[in-house]
T-cell receptor
Framework: DADVTQTPRNRITKTGKRIMLECSQT?????MYWYRQDPGLGLRLIYY???????NKGEISDGYSVSRQAQAKFSLSLESAIPNQTALYFC?????????????FGSGTRLTVV | DQQVKQNSPSLSVQEGRISILNCDYT??????FLWYKKYPAEGPTFLIS?????DKNEDGRFTVFLNKSAKHLSLHIVPSQPGDSAVYFC???????????????FGRGTQLTVWP
């Protein structure tokens, strides 16, 4: 099983619908992140959470919300999807306790809003 | 305002030659730098990193150079192989200050194409 699992892998939804993207991890990391990737814009941070009781907005949080249900689970919701939210979404985890400050990414969710 | 910049969206290199990917940063508090590689339909994966106390770190065909005075780092791939074709993201973080401790700031990525 992957260390960071995202579901679904692909999703097509209609404008105005509410949709949830889920992320779970087996790394035991405290920190979790949601990014979106758009061509030419790289990875942009939507929300991040440093522990279960800590939620922070990233660069582009408008139109999104998150829930940290447990240390291992971090979900991203689009309250009312719009076409410009069509993108590739990545969940990531990290841990400051070790010497490695890198992130472990999931495989991504490709979301299309029509 | 982007704190990590990759000004070349794409780079094309012949197999066997050197690939040089560049990255600039603006925040002088950054003290740890990483490179990630991303293939289509996959998440980014960690490639190599460097601490600000060093100016070079090597791992096989991959070498990262850091010039702190210029706030510039580069990734060298020698020799380049077709399997290196991917998007490369530069990232930076601070390990010693504030609420953003450990948070990575990413550049926009450079698409490397290695042709036979």
């Amino acid at each position: 099983d992957a260390d960071v699992t995202q579901t679904p892998r692909n999703r097509i939804t209609k404008t105005g619908k509410r949709i949830m993207l889920e992320c779970s991890q087996t790394k035991g990391h405290d920190r979790m992140y949601w990014y979106r990737q758009d061509p030419g814009l790289g990875l942009r941070l939507i929300y991040y959470s440093f522990d279960v009781k800590d939620i922070n907005k990233g660069e582009i949080s408008d139109g999104y919300s998150v829930s940290r249900q447990a240390q291992a689970k971090f979900s991203l919701s689009l309250e009312s999807a719009i076409p410009n939210q069509t993108a590739l979404y990545f969940c990531a985890t990290s841990d400051l306790r070790g010497a490695d400050y890198g992130y472990t990414f999931g495989s991504g969710t490709r979301l299309t809003v029509v | 305002d982007q704190q990590v910049k990759q000004n070349s969206p794409s780079l094309s290199v012949q197999e066997g030659r050197i690939s040089i990917l560049n990255c600039d940063y603006t925040n002088s508090m950054f003290d740890y730098f990483l490179w990630y590689k991303k293939y289509p339909a996959e998440g980014p994966t960690f490639l190599i990193s460097i601490s600000s106390i060093k100016d070079k770190n090597e791992d096989g065909r991959f070498t990262v150079f850091l010039n702190k005075s210029a706030k510039h780092l580069s990734l060298h791939i020698v020799p380049s192989q077709p399997g290196d074709s991917a998007v490369y993201f530069c990232a930076a973080t601070s390990r010693g200050w504030g609420s953003t401790l450990g948070r990575l700031y990413f550049g926009r990525g450079t698409q490397l194409t290695v042709w036979p």
